[in-house]
């Protein structure tokens, strides 16, 4: 017997939104222990790094293009470029480095 | 209250690469639902219910196979526990008297991507810049599942791919202004990529799951400075503001 989709759905969006809920709604004061403070505050730094790499790496057709696309992107963010600027360049650096070695592969 | 809608603007504007990068991830996430049988309305539903890739990965193939729904709950807390993680950081970014149901709709934009730009707002967010933003990339995400449904493989991979980067850039894009500014989140931040490599390389740490892998190492990492180094004064950060500042001016 099938299960249904639409029970799937809600079990996985139930689960999902509470995890998400539960600290905000039952965290409304500022922690004023110190640590726990700074832990906090440092959480979306290392968050982001680890999430971003190595996985850029992988994220496109081949490496070559991914460590491509992470140079620029770093590069263009050390000049303190936009949001947009930064992702730009990464998606353009990958698209044309990819295009360009699927173009000499043909040799 | 004019105030609200130019946050909302500038969380719009700031939403557009996540726009991006979220179509290619739930595009190819689309074309996963479709081989299990999923209609574009159920594909799409989940999307926008959920706003997890790997969740949603993960519930595809459970569903493929039949699982029970205890195994796909059980799943969902396993590989979106982070969430919890962020949700706990971000209480502190709100101001205490913020309305309850702005908490509850916060909830909401908690993702990978979402959460990155509320941190990096300047001093306490306002909720409505991360509604601007959720409400970009809810197109994206909705749009790019319903159109891997309904198409199947009919976009050049190499757009994809392309696209595919555009999250990680805007994530750069947050962090590496801040690496630039203080030597300590330099070594922080690279200290945080090359654990990332590690366990992405070395036997038996790579057998961890990306999602178990954020975690462990945010606590451990984000943990170890704070014991090691505690901010001494959280005071809004002047290197965001003045960049917020002058991207708002380049309008």
């Known amino acids: 017997m099938r299960n249904n989709i639409y029970i799937y759905i809600l079990v996985m969006a139930a689960v999902t939104y509470l995890i998400r809920a539960l600290p905000l709604t039952l965290i409304r004061k500022e922690i004023k222990n110190k640590t726990m403070r700074s832990f906090l505050y440092y959480v979306p730094y290392v968050t982001l790094a680890v999430m971003t790499f190595p996985a850029i790496l992988t994220a496109t057709k081949n490496i070559g293009s991914g460590i491509a696309g992470f140079v620029a992107a770093v590069l263009i963010a050390l000049r303190r470029g936009s949001l947009f600027l930064v992702s730009a360049v990464a998606c353009v650096t990958v698209f044309l480095w990819e295009l360009l070695f699927s173009y000499i592969g043909m040799y | ?35 299990v049988g999923l209609s574009a309305f159920q594909a799409t539903l989940m999307s926008v219910v959920n706003y997890t890739s790997a969740g949603q990965f993960a519930a595809i193939g459970l569903i493929g196979m039949g699982a029970a729904y ?46 990155g730009l509320s941190s990096a707002a300047e001093g306490k967010l306002h909720p409505y810049y991360s509604y601007g933003a959720m409400s970009f990339a809810a197109l994206g995400w909705g749009g790019g599942t319903l159109v891997g449904v309904a198409t199947g493989h009919a976009l050049p991979t190499g757009i994809l791919s392309a696209f595919g980067v555009a999250l990680y850039g805007m994530f750069l894009a947050i962090i590496i202004p801040k690496a630039k500014g ?45 014991i090691l180094f505690p901010v001494p004064d959280l005071e809004p950060d002047p290197e965001l503001d003045s960049r917020r500042k002058e991207d708002c001016g380049a309008e």
């Open chain 2, 70 to 115: 205890l195994e796909v709950a059980v799943t969902q807390l396993v590989v979106n526990i982070r969430y919890f993680l962020m949700s706990c950081a971000l209480s502190q970014k709100l101001d205490d008297k913020l309305p309850f149901y702005h908490r509850l709709l916060l909830a909401g934009t908690i993702t990978d991507e979402i959460f």
């Open chain 2, 1 to 35: 209250m004019k105030d609200k809608w130019i946050w909302f603007g500038r969380g719009f504007k700031d939403g557009f690469p996540v726009f991006l990068g979220y179509f290619a991830v739930s595009f190819t996430l689309g074309i996963a639902a479709k081989k």
């Open chain 2, 182 to 226: 203080s030597r300590f989140f330099a070594g922080l931040i690279a200290i945080s990529m090359l654990c990332s490599l590690l366990f992405t390389v070395l036997p038996i740490l790579r057998e961890v799951s990306s999602g178990f892998r954020i975690i462990i190492l945010t606590v451990i990492i984000a943990g170890a400075a704070a």
